[in-house]
């Protein structure tokens, strides 16, 4: 896993990389800055570290750097890191709940073009009828499918639970 980040927030994630280097390169390609390795005990890297081990965590917390949007990327960025954990959306409700209706194509590009997954979770919108939609981190759509079980198997996990307590 590898993220980019400015004093304003995440930039840039990648996950599922075959190494700490493609990491690295998979998120630095545009830029002339320093790489350095964050902490381990950095509170993003506890984060993403829970979620990665399949724990149902808020990734919401972690800020991001959203400079380059337009205002309705950044409504339709904002509402999908809403789902929660488990839950999924299509792309013509993301476009309602961003205040388009119609705009369920112009949300699917912006999914489509995610710098920034996990953080802002493109893996919980799904096109019409409940398909799979696309994927564009590594392992594509196999990898969405992935997340996706795994995050409807804690979910059902926590709700169990919940009701036995």
């Excluded at 927030?9 to 700490?20: C, D, E, I, R, Y």
């Excluded at 800020?63 to 839950?87: M, N, S």
Aim: aromatic share 4%; net charge positive.
């Amino acid at each position: 896993m590898g993220l980019l980040a400015s004093s304003a927030g995440v930039q840039k994630l990648t996950f599922g990389q075959p190494s700490a280097a493609r990491a690295k390169a998979a998120v630095s390609t545009d830029i002339q800055a320093k790489i350095e390795d964050a902490a381990p005990d950095h509170p993003w890297v506890h984060l993403l570290s829970d979620y990665a081990a399949g724990r149902p965590v808020d990734l919401a917390s972690i800020p991001l750097d959203l400079a380059t949007t337009t205002d309705f990327q950044g409504k339709v960025i904002a509402h999908c890191r809403r789902i929660p954990f488990g839950q999924t959306l299509s792309y013509g409700q993301l476009a309602q709940r961003a205040g388009s209706p119609r705009a369920a194509r112009a949300v699917g590009n912006i999914m489509k073009s995610n710098q920034i997954p996990l953080l802002v979770p493109c893996h919980r919108v799904l096109a019409s009828g409940g398909k799979i939609g696309g994927y564009s981190a590594p392992g594509g759509l196999s990898l969405k499918e992935q997340l996706l079980a795994m995050e409807a198997g804690k979910a059902a996990q926590g709700r169990k639970r919940a009701r036995a307590s």
